[in-house]
Nanobody
Framework: QVQLVESGGGLVQPGGSLALSCEASRSIFSIIYWYRQAPGKQREFVAQIARDGAANYADSVKGRFTISRDNARNTVSLQMNNLKPEDTAVYYC?????WGRGTHVTVST
């Protein structure tokens, strides 16, 4: 089992930026994911990154979000730029079969 702790959420205006972080309790050798769940909607895939840095993104965030990984620090980051109101959600980190508790992101004026 691995414990995952997300941080960095908050309130931001449309067009703004936020950087989320996910810290794992130990080394992870598999893919690490970011998902999000908006109010009243199902949890959806946002981005993933392999240990070698290979990344994939949901179409809705491509070109705006960047995922990165620091294997030495057991952390994964999600840089979110040009945020839109529809990005409002709880953002979760997932590794192996474990999930973090999430961090809230609200994009609003």
């Amino acid at each position: 089992q691995v414990q995952l702790v997300e941080s960095g959420g908050g309130l931001v205006q449309p067009g703004g930026s936020l950087a989320l972080s996910c810290e794992a309790s130990r080394s992870i050798f598999s893919i690490i994911y970011w998902y999000r769940q908006a109010p009243g909607k199902q949890r959806e895939f946002v981005a993933q990154i392999a240990r070698d840095g290979a990344a994939n993104y949901a179409d809705s965030v491509k070109g705006r979000f960047t995922i990165s990984r620091d294997n030495a620090r057991n952390t994964v980051s999600l840089q979110m730029n040009n945020l839109k109101p529809e990005d409002t959600a709880v953002y979760y980190c997932k590794a192996e079969t474990d999930w973090g508790r999430g961090t809230h992101v609200t994009v609003s004026t």
